[in-house]
């Protein structure tokens, strides 16, 4: 056996071209799937972390019964023991408070429905990047008097930065709010919901207004790694226990879930058509060594070489070079990859317009998981092993007479 091994391998340089031409195929067939595959996961990735940087952070706390009636009434008591129980959980980066409610915001000149938001503002930004959404006017202190209002609400109600708005609704217990503040900042959110209702105020000023002290309807996690999601998600409610309700993003927006799903669905079929593009690339190259090989081949079998043992021969050749070209496409694919990550493709005009209209980001990262360099590899070595069978069918009904024949 190991003859075999040293002939094939001193077959693959006896003729440096077609080798080359061979692993080629393989070569730019793995640097093709690995970054299409990366690029498809970084699409997803990207716009999970818009989606989720828009409002509701990856995963969200509620005391239980909350999420199906959101009232003042089901607060959750937010103090410093829950908080350290929550961040001493791994993968955890951050949690922030919030006091969310609806009342009516009024101007000089007009009154409006809107959602009411108590936030820890510094908290705030690290989980979902409010202070990126500020249009004018300045970010909210912590101990801060003043309001950010939507872009959207600013104008239905026809206010600007400093001017003075009124909120009146419903307290903690039935209690009565009302208040009147500066507009010190406006936001903009690309989802219209969002930038038509919402007001945030600091979490003391929300807690004097509701009469919630060290009250919280939610608490907004952010990740360190969001792939760990699910198991996240299963450890706080370990460790939190049945009194409180834990919510992924995906539960909280099942809608954006369900377009990523059909989109990595539609994904898979472009990932089909490649791979068919690769399997003919493969299949040339094999094609075109059969018919280059096939006066030798036949001259083999003429002088007495079993076609079994040729068969093997063959074959060794053909993984050796299917290996060798997948192991080559990884390692130059890494650096693609990585480079693409960091320096994401970008669209611009008008496409790009309509996706920062609808706050997404009009870019393209790719992936630098590993999974997509394993799962590709191993998934273009087997199209090569497969298609590697064509020339040992050839051989087996090959006749040295009809092959010899110039």
């Known amino acids: 056996m190991m003859w075999l091994i040293n002939l094939a391998w001193k077959n693959l340089w006896r003729n440096k071209m ?10 730019f067939a793995v640097i ?7 690029l498809k996961d970084g699409i997803f990735e990207n716009l999970i972390k818009n989606v989720v940087s828009f409002h509701t952070g990856y995963i969200q706390i509620h005391l239980k019964g909350y999420w199906n009636e959101q009232i003042l009434d089901n607060c959750l008591t937010y103090d410093v023991n829950l908080n350290q129980q929550i961040i001493s ?6 949690a922030t408070p919030r006091l969310e409610s609806y009342g009516l915001i009024a101007s000089d000149k007009n009154t409006k429905g809107c959602m009411v938001i108590g936030i820890n503002p510094d908290k705030e930004n690290k989980v979902t990047s409010l202070k990126n959404k500020l249009i004018r006017g300045a970010y909210l202190n912590q101990n801060d008097n003043g309001v950010l209002v939507s872009e959207g609400l600013a ?8 001017d003075t708005i009124y909120l009146i609704g419903q307290g903690y217990h039935g209690t009565t709010a009302a208040g009147r503040y500066k507009v010190k900042g406006l936001v903009k959110f690309g989802t219209p919901n969002l930038n038509n209702q919402i007001i945030y105020l600091s979490m003391p000023a929300a807690s004097e207004l509701y009469s919630s ?18 198991s996240t998600l299963s450890n706080i409610q370990q460790t939190l226990g049945n009194e409180y309700e834990v919510m992924s993003w995906e539960k909280i ?7 990523i799903e059909t989109d990595g669905n539609n994904m898979q079929y472009i990932q089909g058509i490649l791979y068919m593009l690769v399997s003919f690339g493969i299949f040339g190259a094999l094609l075109m060594m059969m018919l280059e090989r096939k006066y030798e081949l036949g001259m083999l079998v003429a002088i007495g070489m079993k076609k079994s043992k040729l068969c093997i021969l063959i074959s060794i050749e053909s993984i050796l070079t299917v290996l060798g070209g997948c192991i080559l496409g990884l390692l130059v694919s890494i650096p693609i990859v990585y480079y693409f990550n960091k320096h994401a ?4 005009g008008e496409i790009a317009e309509i996706y920062e209209r609808f706050g997404f980001e009009a870019v393209f990262p ?31 009904k090959i006749n040295p007479s009809t092959s010899m024949k110039r």
């Open 18 to 27: 077609r080798t080359t031409i061979n692993m080629s195929a393989v070569f």
């Open 32 to 38: 093709l799937s690995v970054f299409t595959s990366s």
């Open 89 to 94: 959980i791994s993968n955890i980066s951050d």
């Open 155 to 162: 104008n239905r109600i026809n206010v600007n930065i400093n």
């Open 213 to 230: 002290a060290q009250l919280a309807t939610s608490i907004i996690i952010s990740l360190h790694n969001p792939k760990l999601l699910q």
């Open 253 to 259: 927006l099942p809608d954006v879930k369900q377009h």
């Open 345 to 348: 493709l970008k669209l611009g």
């Open 366 to 396: 790719t992936s630098t998981s590993a999974d997509n360099f394993i799962s590709q590899g191993i998934t273009v070595l087997i199209i090569g092993l497969l298609l590697s069978l064509y020339p040992v069918f050839k051989i087996m």
